[in-house]
């Protein structure tokens, strides 16, 4: 559940991030599934990477 959570976590940063990018430039960011996937596949190997060593 942790690695579940922390995931999730890294996920909402990284929208959020994008989102002021966006903002800051005044422009929209479009970015395709096949991108997307694996960044939210390496999201939760990050996070259970992580959780494995606590």
């Not at 989102?19 to 939210?40: D, E, Y």
């Amino acid at each position: 559940m942790e690695t579940f959570g922390r995931g999730c976590l890294y996920i909402i940063i990284g929208i959020v991030v994008l989102f002021f990018l966006a903002m800051l430039t005044q422009s929209h960011i479009n970015i395709p599934i096949f991108l997307v996937i694996p960044l939210v596949i390496l999201a939760f190997w990050v996070a259970s990477r992580k959780s494995n060593k606590d």
